[in-house]
């Protein structure tokens, strides 16, 4: 098992990355204060992962809270029903509630455990690699709202994160690959090394070699871990870092209708849009985009925008992401693999001319 922390002073927390922790009740008791707990989990995960929990917290007095599977969900209603049901259940302040899931699990206990009695303590128990890697570490907690995806929520950090990393044995193919783009992105913004270990030990993660999958973990969580310590609340640009490949991506998920791209796949498909721009405006190089484009293929990840994506439509697309400030649209491009930064300052009909050759040459 590895170990790492998310400093942040009095709010600093664990990580915990190995196999079969779900078992462990030495590594969850220290992080219960008191008698009660509510593991909150949904339709698929709860008949996978209940019991065994369930099993390791026996000596507590434990509930659970199953709630329907998707990212449908993540809205007020779901957290609605979530306060309703701790309160029939007499929940108290020193209540601990838990997150058994993905990110959509996540976010949505995360949102009801800062809100429950003003807060409560909360426990990660990410189950799928994009959660582990990405979602549950960081505090941003909420849900979607109609007119906008993650629009209401709150910064709320856990008591501590588990990532039990045999929960992925159960996780669909296409899940795992999305996760990897998020894996991919940490060697891309700053981890030069990890990404060539990366290029060699792909097809190792992709067979989920328990050794390699628990490396890679370790080495993202310890950037994001790096990344929340410096800027928790995304106001000095270092987190902001972490949406590579997002704002192409967010328009293409929004373009293709949500549900039809998952999430990683279309950060994998706007991290080779990134590194073309980037290569464009002369920072990174032919050969470093080859490797970026190769990296991504092999993840078994799209690297070509959709056909239905011109440049028009991913210029209008993009114009209504979260980057755009003060009416100008903040990139993050590559200076270098293990190099981002966050970015106006470019020419925006190279851009446009850039969209246009990917999408001409599809
Ligand atoms: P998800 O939670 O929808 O999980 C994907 C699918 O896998 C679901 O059907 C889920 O039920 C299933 N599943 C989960 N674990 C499983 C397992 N071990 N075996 C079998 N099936 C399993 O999706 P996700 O990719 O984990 O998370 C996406 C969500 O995370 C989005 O809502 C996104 O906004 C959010 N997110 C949040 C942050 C953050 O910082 N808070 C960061 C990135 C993404
Ligand atoms: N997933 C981006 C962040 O946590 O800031």
């Given at each position: 098992?590895?170990t790492?922390?998310v400093?942040?002073?009095s709010?600093?927390y664990p ?5 079969n ?6 590594l969850l008791q220290?992080?219960i ?21 369930l ?8 509930h ?14 779901t957290?609605?029903?979530i ?15 838990i997150a058994l899931?993905?990110g959509?699990?996540?976010d ?6 800062a ?5 409560v303590d909360?426990i990660?128990?990410?189950?799928t690699l ?10 941003k907690?909420g849900v ?23 929960t992925?044995h159960?996780?669909?193919?296409r ?7 998020e ?16 290029e060699?030990n792909?097809?190792?993660?992709l ?7 628990e ?6 969580c310890?950037?994001?871990a ?8 995304e106001?000095?640009g ?16 929004t373009?293709?209708?949500?549900g039809?791209?998952?999430h990683?796949e279309a950060v994998?498909?706007g ?18 985009v080859?490797?970026?484009s ?14 239905e994506l011109?440049?028009?439509?991913m210029v ?14 903040h ?5 270098d693999?293990g ?7 470019f020419?925006q ?11 001409n040459?599809?």
């Amino acid at each position: 098992m590895r170990t790492l922390k998310v400093d942040l002073g009095s709010r600093s927390y664990p990580i915990y990355i190995g196999e079969n922790l779900l078992s462990q009740t030495n590594l969850l008791q220290p992080h219960i204060s008191g008698k009660q707990v509510v593991i909150i989990s949904n339709e698929i995960v709860a008949p996978l992962y209940m019991k065994n929990l369930l099993t390791t917290l026996e000596d507590l007095q434990a509930h659970k809270i199953i709630l329907p599977d998707g990212e449908s969900y993540k809205t007020l209603a779901t957290i609605e029903s979530i306060f309703d049901q701790l309160l029939e259940m007499k929940c108290a302040r020193d209540v601990t509630v838990i997150a058994l899931g993905g990110g959509v699990v996540g976010d949505i206990t995360g949102f009801a455990a800062a809100c429950y009695q003003r807060g409560v303590d909360f426990i990660q128990i990410p189950t799928t690699l994009l959660s582990q890697v990405d979602s549950s570490v960081g505090g941003k907690t909420g849900v979607n709202h109609p007119l906008g995806k993650n629009m209401i929520g709150a910064f709320y950090q856990p008591q501590c994160v588990l990532a039990d990393i045999s929960t992925l044995h159960t996780l669909p193919k296409r899940e795992l690959s999305a996760g990897l783009a998020e894996v991919i992105k940490y060697g891309l913004i700053a981890k030069k090394p990890f990404f060539s270990w990366l290029e060699n030990n792909i097809d190792r993660l992709l067979e989920l070699d328990n050794d390699a999958i628990e490396y890679s973990v370790e080495q993202s969580c310890l950037c994001k871990a790096e990344v929340v310590a410096s800027d928790e609340h995304e106001k000095n640009g270092q987190r902001a870092l972490l949406n590579l490949g997002h704002t192409f991506g967010h328009a293409i998920e929004t373009g293709m209708g949500y549900g039809n791209w998952l999430h990683g796949e279309a950060v994998g498909c706007g991290m080779v849009v990134a590194a073309q721009f980037s290569a464009k405006l002369g920072w990174l190089t032919n050969l470093d985009v080859n490797r970026i484009s190769s990296l991504i293929s092999a993840a078994k990840l799209p690297t070509q925008l959709p056909q239905e994506l011109t440049a028009d439509k991913m210029v209008e697309l993009m114009a209504i992401d979260k980057k755009v400030k003060d009416g100008k649209l903040h990139l993050v491009l590559l200076k270098d693999i293990g190099e981002a930064v966050l970015t106006s300052k470019f020419n925006q009909d190279l851009l446009y001319s850039t969209l246009n050759e990917l999408h001409n040459n599809t």
